[in-house]
């Protein structure tokens, strides 16, 4: 009798070849498809060695199931040698608009050039959260609030600065509009999207996974 791990992956093959099947016949794209037993990250990363950009699926009706997968995304944005694009609906048009979040990580600038390539028609909205590190110091020492917000605006323009001198050439693509908002970094990317509704979201570095509920 089989034992029910051989049944699973058996069930797992059949599924894949059938959603091969269907991708081959609607899409003109090679598809090869492979199922593998072991840790679910590593197992990823392995098969996705010398690809361009990993795609992941995710799902909103079985809460279980989701909290399994948005953990391996997380891992897997970290982690992954490449761009990881995690897709919670299908796109009912073309990509026309986009956001890169960044924290000026070396990862930043490999996120945008990844956000030009996959919608190379689309706006893309860089931003990063600004944060003035020794607000607090400046408080203590009775600096009053006129003073505070100049310092916050010449950390915001350093930040622009910063944006637009990324080695893709930001200033030169007219497809790219960088902005510097000064915040919290969660709460600032969470508005953000909310307010602009964006066709996908690329985050970079640890500081931008933290920072927004998607």
């Not at 609607?26 to 690809?51: D, H, I, T």
């Not at 956001?99 to 996959?118: C, E, M, N, Y």
């Not at 916050?152 to 001198?165: D, P, V, Y």
């Amino acid at each position: 009798r089989r034992d029910i791990g051989t049944a699973i992956v058996e069930q797992a093959r059949m599924l894949l070849a059938a959603e091969a099947d269907r991708i081959r016949k609607s899409r003109p794209v090679q598809v090869r498809e492979q199922v593998q037993s072991g840790r679910c990250v590593e197992q990823v990363k392995e098969a996705a060695a010398g690809a361009d950009l990993l795609v992941m699926g995710a799902h909103g009706d079985r809460p279980v199931r989701d909290f399994v997968i948005g953990t391996t995304a997380a891992r897997l944005v970290l982690s992954a040698g490449q761009p990881v694009l995690v897709v919670k609906q299908r796109a009912s048009s073309p990509y026309a608009k986009g956001l890169v979040l960044t924290d000026f990580s070396p990862g930043s600038d490999a996120a945008l050039q990844a956000a030009l390539a996959l919608a190379p028609q689309a706006a893309i909205h860089l931003l990063h959260a600004v944060d003035l590190p020794y607000e607090g110091r400046l408080r203590i020492a009775g600096v009053d609030d006129r003073e505070i917000e100049r310092h916050r605006e010449q950390a915001r323009q350093q930040a622009l600065a910063s944006l637009r001198n990324l080695p893709v050439g930001v200033e030169d693509d007219a497809r790219i509009f960088p902005d510097a908002v000064f915040g919290d970094a969660r709460m600032t990317g969470t508005a953000y999207i909310e307010q602009m509704r964006p066709d996908f979201v690329y985050l970079t570095g640890w500081g931008a996974m933290n920072a927004v509920s998607l």
